[in-house]
């Protein structure tokens, strides 16, 4: 199947906040043609997109041709966040939105594809948050939900870290830059950058080798992604209002796949959405990736994510 990006009907969608927007959802699809296959929708995190296999795909080595998600067995649809930049649409007022609105303009997408069940609803980061959202306003969508390093709701330390990246992007100088700097110490972990750099120096350019790794990814994605749609994911971050009482309706096996050492969904909240879904006689799962690399790993523990993951898309 050609996996080119591809728009829907604009949508005339009233948020939450009760403001009406024109939102062009666009979205690929990968593997087998639409309805001749299992269907798997996978949700991007903060700075991906649609173009999640392939040859620039961003997880193309869970995606693929013989990779865990079958591209031979499966359909994979992947849509883009909307105000992402991916497809050159972008919101300016995104303090309009909250995950709860991304993920009905999601459920609205798979209904004008007519994709009324999914195999399997996948999500990473705030990716996993948007599915938690969209299987509480439609509780029997998918037949299997996999969040990885992900949670239901904005913590209290989720909001905080989210907060300073706000400051950060309203800065007048380099504003993208400094939020990613900052953004790649919550997605790491001291012992991760204690580990490789060990405080050695780039004497060239008479800086910590640490110090220039952060410089490198603030300047690459603001080579490559938008203050705008920077700001509306960071907002969406801080947005992510599910309650306890609406998991308890959701008809899917759950499979919670959280990182040790991650500090930004720490597995101990994913444990407390484990336990509480347990108690609630849930058909749910836990599992751990074991990494020193923190809230990133879940896109660098390939082989462990593969290993666990496997058994769930053999059948």
């Known amino acids: 199947m050609e996996n080119k990006l591809q728009h829907l009907q604009t949508l005339h969608f009233t948020t939450q906040a009760g403001k009406v927007y024109e939102i062009p959802l666009s979205y690929q699809l990968f593997g087998k043609e639409l309805f001749s296959a299992p269907i798997i929708l996978i949700n991007h995190a903060l700075t991906g997109n649609s173009d999640v296999a392939g040859e620039n795909g961003w997880w193309k080595t869970l ?3 013989g990779k865990v998600i079958n591209t031979n067995r499966f359909t994979v649809i992947c849509f883009n966040i909307p105000g ?6 972008f919101i300016n007022d995104y303090e309009n939105f909250i995950v709860q609105d991304i993920a009905k303009i999601f459920i609205e997408g798979l209904k004008i594809l007519k994709i009324d069940k999914l195999f399997a609803l ?21 037949e299997r939900f996999i969040p990885i390093a992900t949670d239901f709701k904005t913590s209290d330390w989720l909001h905080s870290q989210c907060l300073v990246q706000k400051y950060l992007l309203e800065s007048e100088e380099r504003p993208l830059e400094k939020a990613r700097v900052h953004a790649m110490l919550c997605y790491r972990t001291p012992e991760s950058l204690n580990s490789r750099f060990k405080r050695e120096t780039d004497f060239e350019k008479q800086i910590l080798k640490s110090h220039d790794w952060l410089n490198f990814h603030g300047n690459r994605l603001n080579e490559r992604f938008s203050l705008k749609a920077y700001k509306l994911v960071n907002h969406l971050l801080m947005n ?30 994913i444990k407390n959405t484990y336990d ?6 849930k058909n749910v799962h836990y599992h751990e990736i074991k990494s020193i690399h923190g809230h990133d790993a879940f896109l660098m523990e390939y082989e462990q994510l593969n290993t666990i993951l496997t058994p769930l898309f053999l059948n």
Request: net charge negative; glycine share 14%; aromatic share 10%.
């Open 240 to 269: 992510i209002n599910g309650k306890e009482n609406e998991l308890e309706n959701i008809n899917a096996e759950i499979h919670l796949v959280s990182v040790d050492s991650d500090l930004f969904y720490p597995a101990f909240e």
């Open 63 to 65: 995606v693929g041709e």
């Open 276 to 281: 509480f879904l347990k108690h609630k006689n």
């Open 84 to 89: 992402n930049g991916f497809d050159g649409f």
């Open 122 to 142: 996948v999500g990473g980061s705030v990716g996993g948050s948007i599915g938690w959202e969209m299987l509480a306003l439609e509780n029997n969508l998918t």
